[in-house]
């Protein structure tokens, strides 16, 4: 997946469900385990598939 593609996969699911926000930055290989663990590990999705991961939809 490349950045155009994970910018119209949130154009398309995330959107429409929390309305559109700008993207102030664009961070890639993120390490799972330095995300906040009590607000954004228990409401993701899997990161092992391809998709958008948190917010959970």
Known sequence: MDE?????????QVYPVFG???IDRVVT???ISTLDQRR?????N???AR????PRL
């Open 4 to 12: 155009a593609d994970a910018r119209r996969m949130i154009e398309e």
């Open 20 to 22: 559109f926000q700008e």
């Open 29 to 31: 290989d993120v390490d």
């Open 40 to 44: 954004v590990i228990p409401n993701m």
């Open 46 to 48: 899997m990161p092992l």
């Open 51 to 54: 998709g958008v991961w948190f």
